[in-house]
């Protein structure tokens, strides 16, 4: 059971420390420039397709909530009448 383990230990050990690490590009740097350029963009919409469909989706659920919100309100204020 010891040499089991000692093995198990061994191989984890070997594992970890031979692993290959993934190379990361920096994009830093190309990033600073697509946000920094003046092109008349607002910031939130610089970054793309996703920020749009990001920022549309937020309105659309800002716009339903806060109807939603003065749809109960409305209701709240005026209970149905007992019949």
């Not at 659309?60 to 204020?77: H, K, N």
């Amino acid at each position: 059971m010891y040499r089991q383990l000692m093995s198990l230990q061994q191989l984890s050990r070997r594992t970890i420390a031979s692993s290959a690490r993934r190379q990361l590009d920096n994009t830093v740097k190309q990033k600073q420039k697509l946000f920094q350029e003046d092109n008349g963009m607002p910031i939130h919409l610089k970054g793309g397709s996703k920020d749009a469909l990001l920022y549309r989706t937020t309105m659309a659920l800002t716009v339903f909530g806060a109807g939603y919100v003065v749809y109960e309100l409305i209701s709240a204020a005026m209970p149905k009448k007992p019949q």
